[in-house]
Every structure is written in structure tokens, then in C-alpha cells.
């Protein structure tokens, strides 16, 4: 009896299964469709996710520091200390950091009619003129579409030709997202012009009464505007030392205060960012029109500022003009002041980083060792005969007692010892003196700094 009603049983079961009366999804006809929507969907979802943009962020890396070997002459009072230059960068110079985000906006077919088409690019120095357009009109959000090489436009070099401090941007295809991060400065001198200073920091305010009580001194005691520039250019390199840390920005709209002029100004430490920031704020308060430029060399990147004198633009490098080594006092140098291309022979860099074309030559109203005769500022000059500039430069010691200056030795390339042996062979008027010579060329020019005692 019992085996017949398990018969009976394991029937029906086997009849429900083959009619699809028992499941209420309808049996295995409705099983394999709704496996098969499924197996859609999955496979949709991947599709989706391997075409979801990526958010990244990026900054220029700059990372620059200084090394001094010095030497000394025990006999005839003399000392040396050469200036050695190098750069090791923390890291790879294109850096790109990227997180997924996981929603795209949505646009309607309306409001994709009505809107403007995107500009369309097709250089680095399209996408440059754009974003630095936009930064001009205050436009920090903004897209553009590129049909140039994509591999040549990645964060880092947007960042590098827009001189911001953070960008982010979306890659979708040809189209690009950028929002832009500006350095502290630009909003310094922003509020600054406007009187309006409710959208900065604590930090911002403080040194912006710093910048502003450093024009004011500077105002002061300067007689003509390449005077109120050279002293801007000198309270700030004498104020500040240059720190080599890291240039990771784990916060963007918040970086490390010595890639800015909060460092500069307040903490008076900064590397290459931080002294092109201080001098951008400085100038620009002063009334200057200024700008900011990235150049490499062998070793890395570097930035720098420019500068719009009498309708041109040149390059002032605070950074490298600050590279002496004292320990009592500030020793200047001024080999990258107020320069045309003819003087930057140590710097590459491509079209794509000039948005404000430099002069190819220097002029002598404002490059600092080669001033008209007569000129106010005068005291600087730049010589072919390396005698005449040693006797020039005692002459100037015990008739005026300047005792730091400096020279440049034209089209020449030479060493301490050859300007040391000239000043031993110059008219000392019986008078016993020392010196220390700084020297450092560009591999053509060599540009010397003496201090007398």
C-alpha cells in the first residue's frame, strides 16, 4: 500500500514540474526567460561600468632644493662658495589620482538642443588659451571637447598650462570636465582690488595684511617701479627660506601651506610654488601685472612668475634668484630678473606653458645687470672685460661702501679664481680687503655676486 502512494505521490510531483502548475513563475519556460533577463542585465551593468568616467585630480609636482660647496683661500683673505644647483623630484613628474564616481548627469534631449556647443580644441596651446581665458573671466567650472593628441593632455599638464594648484577633471571620450583650483594669491589679490575679503581664510586675511604692509614699506622707500620691483623681489627672498617637502596635496582645495604664499608670506617657508605665489600677491598688490610660467630641465619641473613691463612680458625667478648662502644676511642674486629668452638658457619649456609670450631679448630698462647709463638703479652692469669689472667692483667698495654686488660676465664662461685673480691684480689703494665670490652660469654668461669685508 505504501508503495503505491509513493507511486502516486512522486506522479503528481512529476506532472506539476512538466505542466508548471506548482511554480508560480510559470515552470522552467518562465525559469529560462527570467535567467536570460537577468544574464541582460549583468551583462548591461559591466558594459556600464567599463564606460563610466574616472575623476581625477592632479598638480604639477615641483621639487627643487640647494646644495653649497664652499672653499677657502687662507692666503690674501679670500673665500669661495660656489653655488651647485639641483632638483631631485619626489616623484614621477605626470601624477594622476583617480577615484570612481558612479553617476553621470543626466541631459535631457531639451536642454541638449538648447544649450551652446562645446568649443572644440585641437593643440595644447587651444586648450591653454581656453582654460586661461576662463580663468580671466573668473570661470573656474567649464568643458571643452579635444581632438588633439589625448595621451599629451592628462591632469598634470592641464594643471601645468592653466599655473593652478589642483585641477580635477572628467574624460568622457573627446570631452573634457575641468574645475580648477586656484592658488591662494589669485583670492588674495582678488579681495584685495575688491575690498571684499569674506570668501577667505584666517590664513588668507593675515597674509594679506602681511602683503600689503610689505608694498607699503617698499612704496616708501622707491623712487621709480623697477626700484618698488627689485625691493619686492628682495623682502621676499630675504624673508623666506626654501623648504623641499612634499608636494602631495591630500586635500585639494586645502595643499600644503609652502606650495602657496601662506607659506611664503607667514610661515617664511616655500619651495618653487610658494615663492612664485608670494611674489604673484607682492607685485599684483603693487600694481603690477603678473602671471605665472612652468619650465623644466634635466632634472624636473619648476614654476616661475612673468611679469608685463611697458607692454611685454618677462620672467622673474625668485625661487633661483635666492640661492645664496650667507648665514648672516641675505646675499642676492639676480641673473633671472625681469629676462628674456636670451637669458633663460637653463629652462625648456613648450609653446603650450606661455600663455603670456616672453620677450626674446632682455631689455636694458629692466634686466637688472644690464640698466641704460644714468639710471637710477644704475649700480649693476654687465661686463665683456673681467678686469675692468674687478676694478669697478673695489673701486665701488672703497669709494661708496657697497659691499654686496653684482656683476655679469658677458657671452663668457669663467670660475671664481678668474675673477679672484683680477681683484688681486687691481688698485687696492694700499687698502686690506676680503671677499667671497658666488658665481654660477648658464652656459654662456656668468653671473657673479661678491661680498666685500
Known amino acids: 500500500m505504501k508503495k503505491i502512494i509513493f507511486s502516486l505521490v512522486a506522479f503528481l510531483l512529476l506532472s506539476t514540474l512538466l505542466t508548471g502548475c506548482l511554480l508560480p513563475l510559470g515552470g522552467f519556460a518562465v525559469l529560462k526567460d527570467e535567467l536570460d533577463e537577468w544574464r541582460d542585465d549583468l551583462s548591461r551593468g559591466e558594459e556600464s561600468k567599463r564606460s563610466e568616467p574616472y575623476y581625477d585630480y592632479s598638480y604639477p609636482d615641483y621639487s627643487y632644493h640647494f646644495e653649497y660647496s664652499q672653499f677657502f683661500e687662507n692666503s690674501e683673505y679670500i673665500e669661495y662658495s660656489e653655488y651647485i644647483e639641483s632638483s631631485e623630484p619626489s616623484f614621477e613628474i605626470s601624477d594622476d589620482y583617480s577615484e570612481p564616481i558612479y553617476s553621470v548627469p543626466e541631459i535631457s534631449e531639451e536642454e541638449s538642443e538648447s544649450a ?168 599684483s598688490i603693487a600694481g603690477f601685472e603678473v602671471g ?55 629652462y625648456n619649456w613648450g609653446e603650450e606653458m606661455e600663455y603670456y609670450p616672453l620677450e626674446s631679448q632682455c631689455d636694458k630698462n629692466y634686466f637688472y645687470y644690464m640698466p641704460l647709463n644714468g639710471s637710477e638703479y644704475g649700480y649693476q652692469r654687465a661686463y665683456t672685460d673681467i678686469d675692468e669689472m674687478a676694478q669697478d667692483m673695489v673701486d665701488r667698495w672703497l669709494d661708496e661702501g657697497i659691499s654686496i654686488q653684482c656683476a655679469m660676465y658677458i657671452n663668457s664662461v669663467a670660475d671664481w679664481s678668474k675673477l679672484s685673480r683680477a681683484i688681486e691684480q687691481s688698485d687696492y689703494r694700499n687698502a686690506q680687503i676680503a671677499w667671497t665670490i658666488w658665481t654660477y652660469t648658464n652656459g654662456r654668461d656668468t653671473f657673479f655676486t661678491i661680498k666685500f669685508s
Open 292 to 346: 605665472r610660467m612652468t619650465v623644466y630641465n634635466s632634472e624636473g619641473w619648476h614654476i616661475l612668475n612673468t611679469i608685463k613691463l611697458d607692454g611685454k612680458w618677462y620672467g622673474v625667478d625668485v625661487t633661483f634668484n635666492d640661492c645664496m648662502a650667507d648665514g648672516s644676511e641675505y646675499i642676492p642674486s639676480y641673473r633671472l630678473f625681469n629676462v628674456g629668452k636670451d637669458r633663460m638658457l637653463e
Open 116 to 283: 551652446e556647443p562645446m568649443v572644440e580644441l585641437y593643440t595644447l596651446a587651444e586648450v591653454r588659451d581656453y582654460i586661461n581665458g576662463k580663468k580671466e573671466d573668473d570661470i573656474f567650472d567649464f568643458e571643452f571637447l579635444y581632438y588633439g593628441d589625448k595621451s599629451k593632455l592628462d591632469g598634470a599638464t592641464i594643471a601645468r598650462i592653466s599655473a593652478s594648484c589642483v585641477i580635477f577633471h572628467n574624460v568622457i571620450g573627446n570631452r573634457y570636465e575641468v574645475t580648477l583650483v586656484e592658488y591662494p594669491g589669485d583670492r588674495i589679490v582678488d579681495a584685495y582690488k575688491s575690498g571684499d575679503q569674506s570668501q577667505l581664510s584666517a590664513s588668507e586675511k593675515r597674509a594679506l595684511g602681511v602683503a600689503v604692509a610689505m608694498v607699503n614699506r617698499a612704496r616708501a622707500k622707491a623712487d621709480s617701479d623697477i626700484e618698488l620691483e627689485i625691493l619686492l623681489h628682495d623682502m621676499l627672498a630675504q624673508s623666506v627660506e626654501y623648504y623641499d617637502g612634499t608636494t602631495d596635496v591630500p586635500n585639494a582645495y586645502d595643499p600644503p601651506r609652502h606650495l602657496t604664499a601662506i607659506g611664503a608670506l607667514l610661515d617664511g617657508k616655500a619651495n618653487c610654488q610658494g615663492y612664485t605665489d608670494g611674489f604673484y600677491t607682492l607685485a
